[in-house]
């Protein structure tokens, strides 16, 4: 008669602050082992000594658990003792352990330092492509100021129709309805001192120094910065800049500087354009709902509105309309050979674009306020 053979057994026997576990039976890896938490049960020993009682043959079954007890002990801050058990076993669970050891993954948690590292590298190196560019596109330009012939003036007035007269519609629509709404907030304050005139001085002011080269500036750099950006990486990806560069004709004077002198030429226009819409849309507000007549509130506005704050609003308009064409163009030259990197360079044109204009308006608040302007 054959002997059926025992299963895989672990029995923990305490003795003193020591518990010992004593392994025998059959380990094999197709049959149930025994678990080393439902065996540890909710005693917490000072040290583990492993022995062997009845052992009759095991495989890697026995080795997986023995690792399992030594990370046990390990995380405890727990002495395991191995010393009873055969030299193979041993041999294994430290081949086991170094394996598993090796194949940990690096730690992936972020690191600040590390963090404000990157991001500070990465801004310096934008920081340093965008004064390169911005060098690069004066350096062309002063010599086209020397041989204005080579200028293709074909391109810079298709591309002032295309910034231009094409956006007046978005331009009209957004400035009419900010001047709207700067002239309810006003209300909402004037009336409760019966000062209601003087929404004409705050849609005014608010209209030529800040919101409309505000405006205007984000309306293209959402329009016109990304169609420069899309264009000029469209022609990187289909390698017609590599074609001009072969043939010996500079990128930057041939496609950049037409866009650039066409956006800066037009966003005055546009931002005069849209303090006249922002000035209309408040006269709406004003006489529609605070009954006060037009010619009082054109008086009105004239009299707030002096030459100092035109000229803001055109010294903000030319630097606001240069920084989105070197924005969306840098983007466009900067972008990837596939049409991800096509979108992805629009994206990033936009929201290049936006922070610079913030950043300017913020200098020239403070400039102008030193000036006293």
């Not at 231009?164 to 900010?178: E, N």
């Not at 992805?344 to 200098?363: C, F, K």
Request: with cysteine; glycine share 10%.
């Amino acid at each position: 008669m054959t002997a059926v053979p025992t299963h895989a057994r672990a029995e923990a026997v305490p003795a003193g602050d020591v518990l010992v576990l004593n392994l025998g039976g059959v380990w094999q890896i197709t049959q149930p082992q025994p678990n080393w938490r439902k065996v540890l049960g909710d005693r917490r020993p000072h040290a583990v000594r492993l022995a062997v009682e009845g052992l009759e043959r095991w495989d890697s079954s026995l080795v997986r658990f023995v690792r399992e007890v030594e990370g046990w002990c390990r995380a405890a801050g727990v002495s395991c003792d191995t010393t009873a058990l055969p030299e193979t076993v041993r041999r294994l669970v430290d081949q086991l352990a170094r394996t598993q050891e090796e194949r940990r993954p690096a730690s992936r948690s972020p690191n600040f330092l590390a963090g404000v590292g990157l991001i500070a590298t990465g801004l310096l190196r934008q920081t340093r492509d965008f004064a390169d560019f911005v060098g690069e596109c004066t350096l062309s330009a002063s010599g086209l100021l020397r041989h204005p012939g080579r200028f293709r003036w074909r391109d810079c007035l298709s591309e002032m129709q295309q910034c231009g007269a094409m956006a007046v519609p978005i331009v009209s629509l957004s400035s009419f309805l900010v001047g709207l709404t700067l002239a309810y907030t006003g209300a909402i304050i004037l009336r409760q001192f019966g000062g209601d005139i003087w929404v004409a001085d705050i849609v005014g002011l608010s209209t030529f120094r800040e919101m409309g080269a505000v405006m205007t500036g984000v309306v293209l750099a959402g329009r016109t910065g990304a169609a420069f950006a899309a264009q000029l990486g469209n022609m990187k990806a289909g390698e017609e800049i590599d074609a001009l560069e072969t043939l010996g004709i500079a990128p930057v004077e041939f496609l950049v500087l037409p866009r650039l002198l066409a956006l800066t030429l037009m966003t005055p226009l546009l931002v005069m354009y849209a303090n006249c819409l922002g000035i209309f849309g408040g006269m709406v507000v004003s006489a529609t709902v605070l009954d006060i007549p037009p010619s009082a509130y054109w008086i009105e506005s004239q009299t707030i509105i002096g030459l100092s704050d035109v000229s803001v609003s055109l010294i903000k308009s030319l630097i606001f309309g240069m920084l989105v064409a070197v924005a969306g163009c840098l983007r466009g030259l900067q972008a990837d050979r596939s049409a991800a990197g096509v979108g992805r360079a629009a994206t990033s044109a936009v929201v290049t674009s936006i922070l610079l204009i913030i950043v300017a308006d913020a200098v020239f608040a403070v400039l102008f306020n030193a000036l006293g302007i």
